[in-house]
């Protein structure tokens, strides 16, 4: 099994960037998908999750109408599109695949990438 994050960077306030999370070795379309991340001294936190067919999506309160979550199941693959950044974005952004569900609930995540890390400057 494999979980690979992209697209990270440096950016300034305002800016955006497109993560992408290719996966593999498991069924990827059996799999609900989700976007966390990390703060230095902060808790793991849930960003974004998409359903098995990407037809439900959930988005945590602060980034709202600034990220939109897709799947492309014919290349295993999701992305999280951010725009309006700020530097309270600025985190380790990890995705994970769930067996079946939409949850934040990191614990209910089977699969994990290593991580990729997003720094907003001001």
């Known amino acids: 099994v494999q979980i690979v994050e992209s697209g990270g960077g440096l950016v300034q306030s305002g800016g955006s960037l497109r993560l992408s999370c290719v996966a593999s070795?498991?069924?990827?379309?059996?799999?609900?998908i989700g976007w966390f991340r990390q703060a230095p001294g902060k808790e793991r936190e849930g960003v974004s999750c998409?359903?098995?067919?990407?037809?439900?999506?959930y988005y945590t309160d602060s980034v709202k109408g600034r990220f939109t979550i897709a799947r492309d199941n014919a290349k295993n693959t999701v992305y999280l599109q951010m725009n309006r950044l700020t530097p309270e974005d600025t985190a380790v952004y990890y995705c994970?695949?769930?067996?079946?569900?939409?949850?934040?609930?990191?614990?209910?995540?089977?699969?994990w990438g290593q991580g990729a890390q997003v720094t907003v400057s001001s």
């Open positions: 070795g498991f069924t990827f379309d059996d799999y609900a």
């Open positions: 998409i359903s098995i067919s990407g037809d439900s999506a």
């Open positions: 994970a695949a769930n067996l079946g569900f939409v949850t934040t609930n990191p614990q209910a995540y089977d699969y």
